[in-house]
């Protein structure tokens, strides 16, 4: 399996609505990446210093992401992959010192 490190820029008034499209399922219903990004959104982390937010997205697409960036740019500017291979744990391990993203997003709202 590829995973990748990656980094985008939330936007924070599109994510009421990428939130509910987790919560109902919407996302993880998409073929074929669904239920690997529904997983990743969940567990994605804030980094303070920057301001963006970073996980581990599972991906087996060259360019990496090229089928998520259709979602992903709805709700993240600047989109980037920061590690194209990386072991999953290793990244999320990397990545855990980082507050949830989705308290953070709740925080400003």
Do not use: H
Not at 15 to 23: V, W
Not at 58 to 75: F, H, I, N, S
């Amino acid at each position: 399996m590829a995973y990748r490190l990656v980094r985008g820029c939330p936007k924070p008034d599109e994510f009421p609505e990428l939130r509910e499209r987790l919560d109902t399922g919407e996302i993880e219903q998409m073929n074929p990446f669904g239920r690997a990004m529904t997983k990743s959104l969940n567990n994605a982390r804030f980094d303070p210093d920057t301001g963006e937010a970073v996980w581990v997205e599972e991906d087996y697409y060259t360019p990496p992401l090229a089928m998520e960036r259709e979602v992903l740019g709805q709700y993240f500017d600047d989109l980037v992959v920061v590690e194209e291979n990386v072991r999953e744990t290793e990244g999320w391990e990397r990545i855990e010192k980082y507050p949830p993203l989705w308290d953070e997003i709740a925080g400003e709202a």
